[in-house]
């Protein structure tokens, strides 16, 4: 028997009026003609084969040979869906109000002066900032304040205040991540990461090194048990990372930065935040969702210098999407993002996938 009689498949037709039925088997040469139902519709049938029926005369294309192709779209697909890609309509973490601010508090801002402050300082729903110019309802220049205004009790306090609660929930939604031994975290060296820190009498009695490894989108969240302390003269250093890199410190109550301690990243407590003589945060924000801030001649900056320069106060590294927080890929320090092993891994599936149809369709077409 000819070959091609041997892989003949079974036509199949539908038509408007009747079901579904099998007809004679065809070869691949062979014409044939449908007596036996009307052709209201297209034959659906498996092979490619030109059919002449009584109305309707067209090349049909098989779906053993659409199928690879399906299967080949499907792969790069996944490939989109899993590239690590951040969608366009992503935000970042902290919201654009809120960003704005360098000082934030609930119930008051209270400032020794003289303190240094870049960017906004603000309170809502309380109206009291001593140590500042202010008004309350309005937003007021300060000698103290470059960059921005003290908002007593404004509507961009109020915006700022409610992206603050969200804020700190999404970090919540990060888990626990990796858990400190020590509550005391001196002399360690951390990569990026998630970190739990227990309640202890200091959270920080030196140095703390936080390593990027070279990624400029470097993330730590720190998700604090209980408070935050310092000791006078401690230190956080932030190296090996870029303008795209995050520092957060999610504290579950207060937080007390001692004095002359050189701070980094975005405080976020919830109650309240105590910044005592001369400490600083050259990097980075002090949010504060229910309580009050006080300040004892501090300077806080949300601009970065150095190697941290447009990192935007360390608010970086992470977006808000429909589906939850989302890591930004890893971009090497003046590069391009990093393909993942995944990623590198769903694209050789693609290409097989897009190789194998064409060899199949190479085949079909000379059986």
């Not at 059919?51 to 659409?66: H, N, V, W």
């Not at 935050?228 to 207060?254: K, M």
């Not at 600083?280 to 924000?285: A, F, K, V």
Request: aromatic share 6%.
């Amino acid at each position: 028997m000819d070959s091609r009689r041997k892989r003949a498949s079974a036509l199949m037709c539908v038509s408007a009026q009747t079901p579904p039925h099998r007809h004679h088997r065809i070869g691949a040469s062979e014409t044939v003609r449908c007596r036996d139902c009307p052709m209201s519709y297209p034959f659906v049938f498996m092979r490619y084969r030109f059919i002449r029926f009584d109305r309707y005369q067209q090349p049909f294309r098989s779906t053993e040979m659409a199928m690879p192709k399906q299967l080949s779209i499907l792969s790069l697909a996944m490939i989109g869906a899993l590239c690590g890609v951040v969608p366009a309509w992503a935000t970042p973490l902290l919201g654009s109000d809120l960003a704005s601010f360098t000082v934030l508090g609930a119930e008051t801002v209270t400032n020794v002066p003289t303190s240094t402050i870049n960017g906004n300082v603000g309170v809502w729903p309380g109206s009291a900032l001593p140590g500042f110019a202010s008004v309350s309802g309005t937003a007021t220049a300060d000698g103290q304040v470059t960059g921005g205004l003290v908002h007593s009790n404004t509507a961009l306090a109020l915006s700022a205040q409610a992206q603050l609660t969200t804020a700190r929930n999404n970090l919540d939604s990060l888990g626990t991540g990796t858990t400190l031994t020590l509550a005391d975290m001196v002399g360690l060296i951390l990569a990026p990461g998630v970190y739990t820190v227990h309640a202890g009498t200091t959270n920080l009695s030196g140095a703390l090194t936080l390593d990027g490894q070279g990624n400029a989108n470097a993330v730590w969240v720190f998700q604090m048990d209980s408070d935050l302390i310092t000791s006078p003269n401690s230190v956080v250093n932030v190296i090996n990372t870029g303008a795209g890199a995050g520092v957060y410190w999610n504290v579950r109550s207060s937080a007390t930065i001692g004095t002359d301690t050189e701070f980094m990243g975005n405080i976020l407590a919830l109650t309240s935040i105590t910044l005592k003589t001369e400490a600083t945060n050259l990097c980075g924000r002090a949010l504060a969702d229910t309580g009050a801030v006080t300040l004892e001649m501090n300077t806080l900056s949300g601009i970065c210098a150095g190697d941290l320069f447009g990192a935007n106060g360390l608010s970086g590294g992470l977006d808000v999407t429909a589906q939850g927080v989302a890591f930004l890929p890893s971009t090497p320090i003046g590069g391009g993002s990093v393909p993942e092993p995944a990623t590198m891994a769903l694209l050789g599936l693609g290409f097989v996938g897009l190789g194998l149809s064409r060899r199949w369709r190479a085949a079909e077409i000379n059986s």
